[in-house]
C-alpha cells in the first residue's frame, strides 16, 4: 500500500486506484467518523475516469495513531492531506468528501485555500457553519411507522454503550437503518462494510475549529458541489442548501429518495450530478502525470 509521511513524522497510508484516461485525480475522504474508507468504494464507479487517492485516515485503517489526539482531529489533519499534496506532486486538489470527512475537506479549504481546486462535498454536517435551523426531525417525523427505521432511530439516540471498538461497531450497525431512505438488501448490505475505530472517531472531534471559519471559507474562490439527499434524516436538507450559499461559488444537488448515501441508493443519479460538475472543473485542474506513486 503507498505510504507517505507526515510533518509529525506520523507514516500514513492511502489507497492509489489508477486510471489509465487523461481525467484529474480525486482524492477521496471517508467519513464515520473514522470509518474504514472501504465503504466508499469507487463512489458509483468513478475510477472509471478518475484516478482515486483514498487516504486512511489517523487511527483508521493501515494508518496508526501514534501521535497526540489533537493530531487526529480533523482541523489538524488539513496537514496530513497538504503533506499528501506534496507527496503526489499535485499543484491543487480535488476533495470528494462524505459526511463527517467534509468536516477535513473544509479544514484543509481553510487552511490552504489556494491549494483547493475544487470541493465535493457530500451529505455533510452543515449547522456547525450555518445558522440555518436544522429540520432532520422533519425528515424523521416523515418515517415513523416504519419497523426497521424506529428500531434505529432508538439506536442513534441513545448512542453507543460501550467503550470498545466491537460495541461501537455493534452500535452503528444497530442504528444503520436510519441513514438510508430505504432499507432493502443493497443497503443492508453498503451498511456491513467499512470498521469504525472508536479511539479515532473520538480524536477527530478533538479540536475546536476558529470561530471565523465561515468567515474564511466565504473568501474562498474554488468552486463546491454540495451533494444532499432529499430524505436524510442524519444531516437534514436545509442547512446544506444554506452551506452551498456560504462559498463564492457553491451550488448545491437534492438528490431524491434518498438518505446519506447517494452512490449506494441513487447511484445513477449521483454519478449524472458529480460528473458535470467534475466536468466543468476539466479545463482549470492541472493534470499531473498519471502514475502510480510508491
Not at 500500500?1 to 484516461?21: E, I, K, Q, T, W
Not at 487523461?22 to 478518475?50: E, K, M, V, W
Not at 484516478?51 to 494508518?63: A, C, D, F, N, Y
Not at 468536516?103 to 483547493?116: G, N, S
Request: net charge negative.
Amino acid at each position: 500500500m503507498p505510504r507517505y509521511d507526515s510533518s509529525d513524522g506520523c507514516v500514513l497510508h492511502f489507497d492509489d486506484v489508477p486510471n489509465a484516461g487523461t481525467a484529474f485525480p480525486l482524492i477521496l475522504l471517508a467519513g464515520g467518523a473514522a470509518r474504514h474508507p472501504s465503504y466508499l468504494g469507487d463512489l458509483a464507479g468513478l475510477s472509471d475516469q478518475h484516478r482515486l487517492v483514498v487516504p486512511h485516515l489517523r487511527g483508521v485503517g493501515r494508518t496508526t495513531a501514534k501521535s497526540s489526539p489533537e493530531r487526529g482531529s480533523w482541523w489538524r489533519q488539513a496537514d496530513d492531506l497538504e503533506q499528501l499534496r506534496i507527496h503526489l506532486g499535485l499543484e491543487s486538489v480535488v476533495l470528494v468528501a462524505h459526511s463527517a470527512g467534509t468536516r477535513l475537506a473544509i479544514a484543509y479549504a481553510a487552511q490552504f485555500p489556494h491549494r483547493v481546486a475544487a470541493l465535493v462535498l457530500i451529505t455533510p454536517p452543515a449547522t456547525y457553519l450555518v445558522i440555518e435551523p436544522a429540520d432532520a426531525d422533519i425528515l424523521i417525523d416523515r418515517r415513523r411507522g416504519d419497523a426497521d427505521f424506529d428500531a434505529a432511530l432508538l439506536a442513534l439516540q441513545a448512542g453507543p454503550q460501550a467503550s470498545d471498538d466491537d460495541g461501537f461497531n455493534v452500535w452503528q450497525q444497530d442504528s444503520a437503518a436510519a441513514g438510508y431512505a430505504n432499507w432493502g438488501e443493497p443497503e443492508r448490505l453498503h451498511a456491513r462494510i467499512g470498521r469504525w475505530n472508536l479511539a479515532a472517531a473520538t480524536a477527530y472531534f478533538s479540536v475546536v475549529p476558529p470561530q471565523d471559519l465561515p468567515a474564511l471559507l466565504s473568501e474562498m474562490t474554488a468552486p463546491v458541489l454540495v451533494i444532499a439527499g432529499a430524505e436524510d434524516c442524519l444531516v437534514g436538507l436545509a442547512p446544506l442548501r444554506a452551506l452551498a450559499s456560504l462559498f463564492p461559488r457553491g451550488a448545491s444537488a437534492t438528490i431524491d429518495a434518498c438518505g446519506h448515501y447517494p452512490w449506494v441508493e441513487q447511484p445513477a443519479v449521483f454519478r449524472k450530478v458529480i460528473d458535470i460538475f467534475l466536468d466543468q472543473q476539466a479545463s482549470s485542474v492541472t493534470q499531473p502525470p498519471l502514475v502510480r506513486v510508491p
